[in-house]
């Protein structure tokens, strides 16, 4: 579908990447990835079309829809955003239109007219056009996914113009799937969602057939969605087979092999200019040392792998706070005639770092505004602890920079002993390098503005942390710079945010906020994850029961209700049952994934080997080893293909048992 060969891209003469090859085929899953700047959007727009190499060809497959959304919002119309994201094709619009003018036609004709044959040919042949392209089930696919993304069914006819830039994104995102196109090419599409629309986009997308490139910089995205990672780093591009933690391992291990390679190659290089040096006056041996400076010029020079430059910095621990860091009793919010909170309690205690998810419009962001003390409330108590410095990190937190000082001068902390050089090296971790440390705060962009408040507010942190989607705005290095920080902050944190690594690698507990009330559950995303399958498994989770159902079950007599000890004995046997059936499943898993382990493990051994270039020489040494790797490296696909299928048949058998304890 599209075919990259040999492109390169200069920007003022210098390559910002050059002799890219890439292939796009029909169903392939591809994410790219590397550092703001680098050239990845540029890439994407030479797939769509709009963007031409200074070298190397650029084909694009003839006749393809394709679906593209960037990261800068596209002007749309003003009308009903219901209207604009029904508005997927021309082709589409105009049968509409033939469509309506052709059956005012039909009006006006008699039965006995000798066109009526001819017209009503014609009106069928525009039906089946229309329903080809799904006109008739349009509106209710478009709600749905609309829907999905987050707004309400009254937003649908609500215009485009009363909608903030975040939102139209999702307007914009709508139309793009709803579209259905052969191929998609997406820029950071999740920068404007929330988890849950992420959640249900990432479902979308899991389905979709035709051909998905995906940029983003959520890695949990990239992991459930793609099955080949292009990396764009430091003027090169370069194909990686597998996920985003795939290509991780595989990077990591070809930089191994290939600083092995060079550190042989340099010995080697060690030894034969010491023989030089050792024999350079001797006109016996001119003529030896004449012949290794040859093979010294005529070597391959091997370059040792350039690794990205990892930030590590030690910010300031903020003072200490008393045991209850915040308090809430009672609180009451209400939006007009909208009560989103109405008697909630709240205590946030030292230490605890907290993930807070819900349904949009479940009012995360609001608790947060009220811890932070943003935003007024109509009833109940918000307390703080002692000694309690709250700090609220939100997208427009940028307003309260000063515009008048540099990027440096503004993120230097008002503390002594913290070098320039720490603070430049935090600030290039998000992505302000070189001369950008001098740019003045007012000529930057929004999104850089939010990158120097998070950089200012982790150089000098309060020891309350209330952080509202902080990696927006960050490529992949700066997210991990982020999370190393919160890991190793000593302070209270309260974070709402759609990257689930973050929530997995920072988070000690998870709040889900639902209906007006909170339910706490200790531990990271993945653990909230796991104990609500393990609710709804033993039965525990009504959440999804409907009011009527229970109002029936409420006025049900006490003889037809269930015994409240025989159902706990039932699920407790369903669980027995449940675990002995999985138990040789497990025991086979473990045993997979040791092999698996001492497989890869040998199979490096075997890489770095034949790095050398030595043992290229000794055909006895070498033979064994090209042997031995396929014969690995068939057997580690085999047992992955295992480890997946018994992981399939576990999730089958808690889905089998969730759905018997529904219907029980």
Same mark, same amino acid.
């Given at each position: 579908?599209?075919?990259?060969?040999?492109?390169?891209?200069?920007?003022?003469?210098?390559?910002?990447?050059?002799?890219?090859?890439?292939?796009?085929?029909?169903?392939?899953?591809?994410?790219?990835?590397?550092?703001?700047?680098?050239?990845?959007?540029?890439?994407?727009?030479?797939?769509?079309?709009?963007?031409?190499?200074?070298?190397?060809?650029?084909?694009?497959?003839?006749? =393809?829809?394709?679906?593209?959304?960037?990261?800068?919002?596209?002007?749309?119309?003003?009308? @009903?955003?219901?209207?604009?994201?029904?508005?997927?094709?021309?082709?589409?619009?105009?049968?509409?239109?033939?469509?309506?003018?052709?059956?005012?036609?039909?009006?006006?004709?008699?039965?006995?007219?000798?066109?009526?044959?001819?017209?009503?040919?014609?009106?069928?042949?525009?039906?089946?056009?229309?329903?080809?392209?799904?006109?008739?089930?349009?509106?209710?696919?478009?709600?749905?996914?609309?829907?999905?993304?987050?707004?309400?069914?009254?937003?649908?006819?609500?215009?485009?113009?009363?909608?903030?830039?975040?939102?139209?994104?999702?307007?914009?995102?709508?139309? =793009?799937?709803?579209?259905?196109?052969?191929?998609?090419?997406?820029?950071?599409?999740?920068?404007?969602?929330?988890?849950?629309?992420?959640?249900?986009?990432?479902?979308?997308?899991?389905?979709?057939?035709?051909?998905?490139?995906?940029?983003?910089?959520?890695?949990?995205?990239?992991?459930?969605?793609?099955?080949? /990672?292009?990396?764009?780093?430091?003027?090169?591009? /370069?194909?990686? /087979?597998?996920?985003?933690?795939?290509?991780?391992?595989?990077?990591?291990?070809?930089?191994?092999?290939?600083?092995?390679?060079?550190?042989?190659?340099?010995?080697?290089?060690?030894?034969?200019?010491?023989?030089?040096?050792?024999?350079?006056?001797?006109?016996?041996?001119?003529?030896?040392?004449?012949?290794?400076?040859?093979?010294?010029?005529?070597?391959?020079?091997?370059?040792? @792998?350039?690794?990205?430059?990892?930030?590590?910095?030690?910010?300031?621990?903020?003072?200490?706070?008393?045991?209850?860091?915040?308090?809430?009793?009672?609180?009451?919010?209400?939006?007009?005639?909208?009560?989103?909170?109405?008697?909630?309690?709240?205590?946030?205690?030292?230490?605890?770092? =907290?993930?807070?998810?819900?349904?949009?419009?479940?009012?995360?962001?609001?608790?947060?505004?009220?811890?932070?003390?943003?935003?007024?409330?109509?009833?109940?108590?918000?307390?703080?602890?002692?000694?309690?410095? @709250?700090?609220?990190?939100?997208?427009?937190?940028?307003?309260?920079?000063?515009?008048?000082?540099?990027?440096?001068?503004?993120?230097?902390?008002?503390?002594?002993?913290?070098?320039?050089?720490?603070?430049?090296?935090?600030?290039?971790?998000?992505?302000?390098?070189?001369?950008?440390?001098?740019?003045?705060?007012?000529?930057?962009?929004?999104?850089?503005?939010?990158?120097?408040?998070?950089?200012?507010?982790?150089?000098?942190? @309060?020891?309350?942390?209330?952080?509202?989607?902080?990696?927006?705005?960050?490529?992949?290095?700066?997210?991990?710079?982020?999370?190393?920080?919160?890991?190793?902050?000593?302070?209270?944190?309260?974070?709402?945010?759609?990257?689930?690594?973050?929530?997995?690698?920072?988070?000690?507990?998870?709040?889900? =906020?639902?209906?007006?009330?909170?339910?706490?559950?200790?531990?990271?995303?993945?653990?909230?994850?796991?104990?609500?399958?393990?609710?709804?498994?033993?039965?525990?989770?009504?959440?999804?029961?409907?009011?009527?159902?229970?109002?029936?079950?409420?006025?049900?007599?006490?003889?037809?209700?269930?015994?409240?000890?025989?159902?706990?004995?039932?699920?407790?046997?369903?669980?027995?049952?449940?675990?002995?059936?999985?138990?040789?499943?497990?025991?086979?898993?473990?045993?997979?994934?040791?092999?698996?382990?001492?497989?890869?493990?040998?199979?490096?051994?075997?890489?770095?080997?034949?790095?050398?270039?030595?043992?290229?020489?000794?055909?006895?040494?070498?033979?064994?080893?090209?042997?031995?790797?396929?014969?690995?490296?068939?057997?580690?696909?085999?047992?992955?293909?295992?480890?997946?299928?018994?992981?399939?048949?576990?999730?089958?058998?808690?889905?089998?048992?969730?759905?018997?304890?529904?219907?029980?």
């Amino acid at each position: 579908m599209f075919f990259l060969s040999n492109v390169g891209k200069y920007f003022e003469g210098k390559p910002l990447f050059a002799n890219a090859n890439i292939s796009v085929h029909r169903g392939d899953r591809i994410g790219m990835v590397g550092p703001n700047g680098a050239g990845k959007s540029t890439i994407l727009g030479m797939m769509e079309g709009v963007i031409t190499p200074d070298e190397g060809e650029v084909s694009i497959e003839k006749r =393809i829809r394709v679906g593209v959304l960037h990261q800068e919002l596209i002007q749309g119309n003003d009308r @009903p955003i219901i209207e604009e994201v029904m508005d997927i094709s021309d082709e589409l619009a105009d049968i509409r239109l033939k469509l309506a003018e052709i059956e005012t036609r039909m009006e006006s004709l008699s039965e006995d007219s000798p066109e009526v044959d001819q017209v009503l040919e014609e009106h069928g042949r525009l039906q089946h056009e229309f329903e080809r392209f799904g006109g008739y089930t349009l509106e209710a696919d478009a709600q749905k996914v609309l829907q999905g993304l987050g707004f309400k069914p009254s937003d649908a006819r609500r215009r485009w113009s009363e909608f903030s830039g975040g939102w139209r994104m999702r307007v914009a995102l709508a139309k =793009i799937l709803l579209a259905q196109p052969d191929a998609l090419l997406l820029d950071e599409p999740t920068n404007h969602l929330d988890l849950e629309s992420l959640l249900w986009v990432e479902e979308y997308l899991s389905g979709f057939q035709g051909a998905l490139v995906l940029v983003s910089h959520d890695r949990a995205f990239l992991n459930k969605l793609v099955k080949k /990672t292009i990396e764009v780093d430091q003027g090169k591009v /370069t194909v990686y /087979t597998g996920n985003y933690d795939q290509y991780e391992k595989n990077k990591a291990m070809q930089e191994e092999v290939q600083l092995a390679a060079y550190k042989n190659q340099q010995e080697k290089i060690k030894r034969i200019k010491k023989f030089i040096d050792q024999h350079r006056v001797k006109a016996r041996t001119a003529s030896r040392v004449q012949s290794r400076l040859k093979m010294i010029e005529k070597m391959d020079k091997i370059e040792p @792998p350039k690794r990205s430059r990892t930030v590590r910095f030690s910010f300031p621990q903020p003072s200490r706070t008393g045991r209850r860091v915040v308090e809430i009793k009672g609180l009451v919010k209400r939006y007009g005639p909208i009560t989103v909170y109405d008697g909630l309690d709240f205590v946030l205690e030292r230490g605890e770092r =907290i993930g807070l998810v819900g349904p949009n419009g479940a009012g995360k962001s609001t608790l947060l505004k009220i811890m932070a003390g943003v935003i007024p409330y109509e009833g109940g108590t918000v307390q703080y602890g002692h000694n309690v410095e @709250p700090g609220y990190f939100a997208q427009h937190q940028y307003e309260h920079l000063n515009l008048e000082r540099t990027v440096l001068d503004e993120a230097m902390p008002p503390i002594p002993g913290m070098a320039e050089s720490e603070v430049r090296g935090v600030l290039g971790a998000f992505l302000f390098s070189g001369d950008d440390v001098h740019k003045k705060v007012r000529v930057l962009s929004g999104g850089e503005k939010s990158r120097l408040a998070l950089a200012k507010m982790l150089l000098f942190p @309060p020891n309350v942390l209330l952080m509202d989607e902080p990696t927006n705005h960050l490529d992949i290095p700066s997210c991990q710079v982020l999370e190393e920080a919160l890991g190793k902050y000593d302070g209270a944190l309260v974070l709402i945010t759609h990257d689930r690594r973050l929530m997995n690698n920072v988070c000690t507990g998870i709040l889900e =906020i639902m209906n007006g009330s909170v339910e706490y559950y200790i531990g990271n995303y993945d653990d909230y994850q796991y104990k609500k399958r393990l609710m709804e498994t033993e039965g525990l989770c009504n959440a999804e029961e409907s009011p009527s159902a229970k109002s029936q079950k409420e006025k049900a007599p006490p003889e037809a209700r269930e015994d409240k000890k025989e159902r706990k004995r039932r699920e407790a046997e369903a669980r027995k049952a449940l675990s002995k059936r999985k138990a040789p499943l497990l025991d086979e898993l473990g045993k997979i994934e040791k092999e698996l382990a001492h497989n890869e493990s040998r199979r490096q051994e075997i890489q770095s080997a034949m790095a050398d270039p030595e043992i290229y020489a000794n055909k006895d040494r070498i033979r064994p080893l090209l042997e031995e790797e396929p014969r690995l490296s068939k057997r580690i696909k085999e047992l992955e293909s295992r480890w997946e299928e018994l992981h399939s048949q576990l999730e089958l058998m808690d889905r089998e048992v969730t759905a018997s304890q529904g219907r029980s």
